[in-house]
């Protein structure tokens, strides 16, 4: 017994060593002045770098959307495991799959009236780094591929079901991370 506790001590203290804890997110906003749309989305992240292949990882935020009569502002959790595919000096090229959960809650004509918002995802996104220093690093993300749904109150304040791939400006994300 005594050689399993030790074993088991010894790979989780290996695993710790070589793992570097890391925080960062992205922050959004976007008006449309002509359909009078209003988004914000405040995603921070925290992870786990493994190797110099593997993160693991979650974005836990918040994200806010206004059309005349509808508001929807939804908590979202979004764990992932990230692969770097591919390094050329500072950059690497990564694919991250993620599943994510988000719960809140849609109002209608000015919050006199309102109904729970659900929304999930599972999929793949892929992605860019660059270290600018050993210590932080800038990261953008584009497209998806896989699946998102929404129940009836999130899809009046603007998300959809929706699968396949999509690859274009309007999924693009940038962020950053700093690596303690």
Not at 34 to 62: A, F, N
Not at 81 to 103: D, H, I, L, P, W
Request: aromatic content about 16%; glycine content about 14%; overall charge negative.
């Amino acid at each position: 017994m005594k050689k399993y506790l030790l074993l088991a001590v010894a790979a989780i203290s290996s695993l710790c060593a070589s793992a570097q804890i890391y925080a960062g997110g992205s922050i959004g906003a976007w008006r449309n002045g002509s359909e009078h749309k209003t988004e914000m989305t405040i995603m921070p992240e925290v992870g786990y770098t493994l190797s110099d292949k593997t993160d693991i990882g979650t974005t836990i935020g918040w994200t806010y959307d206004h059309t005349p009569g509808i508001t929807t502002n939804v908590f979202q959790i979004n764990p992932y495991y990230r692969y770097n595919f591919y390094q050329t000096g500072k950059v690497k090229f990564f694919v991250q799959g993620e599943f994510g959960v988000g719960a809140g809650k849609t109002s209608y004509k000015g919050g006199d009236d309102s109904d729970t918002a659900v929304v999930w995802n599972v999929g793949v996104t892929p992605g860019v780094s660059y270290d600018v220093s050993d210590k932080v690093t800038l990261l953008a993300k584009v497209g998806f591929l896989g699946y998102k749904g929404a129940n009836d109150a999130a899809k009046d304040g603007g998300y959809a079901d929706e699968w396949g791939f999509h690859f274009s400006s309007n999924d693009l994300s940038f962020g950053f991370s700093y690596h303690f």
